[in-house]
């Protein structure tokens, strides 16, 4: 089960930080994303990583502003949101699969999902 956090309102340049909690098991060979969608759009992929570490891979469109990471001990994934832009504002979902991927980016590949949390930038 995955409980995603941390959405918010938040101006133009600011920071957010989602969470997202997983629990239900042992995730050291996991896969963990997050993607997001906004109204009309496709879902997309913003950032995913190995849970066991030594693999992360970011979207084009943020790299260089938004970083993923993971605390084990809290069986945590964070997404760090920095230099948000209006074009960031969507519903923002962690999704887990079994194992990394090289196909990271394809929504279809994850098993698993938490409920969405929302993300609002305002310009």
């Known amino acids: 089960q995955l409980q995603a956090s941390g959405g918010g309102l938040v101006q133009a340049g600011g920071s957010l930080r989602l969470s997202c909690a997983a629990s239900?098991?042992?995730?050291?060979?996991?896969?963990v994303a997050w993607f997001r969608q906004a109204p009309g759009k496709e879902r997309e992929v913003v950032a995913a990583m190995r849970w066991s570490g030594g693999r992360t891979a970011y979207a084009d469109s943020v790299k260089g502003r938004f970083t993923i990471s993971r605390d084990n001990a809290k069986s945590t994934v964070y997404l760090r949101m920095n230099s948000l832009n209006p074009e960031d504002t969507s519903v923002y979902y962690c999704?887990?699969?079994?194992?990394?991927?090289?196909?990271?980016?394809?929504?279809?590949?994850?098993?698993?999902w938490g409920q969405g949390t929302e993300v609002t930038v305002s310009s």
């Open positions: 999704a887990l699969r079994g194992s990394w991927t090289t196909n990271w980016s394809s929504a279809s590949e994850y098993e698993h």
């Open positions: 239900g098991g042992t995730f050291t060979n996991y896969a």
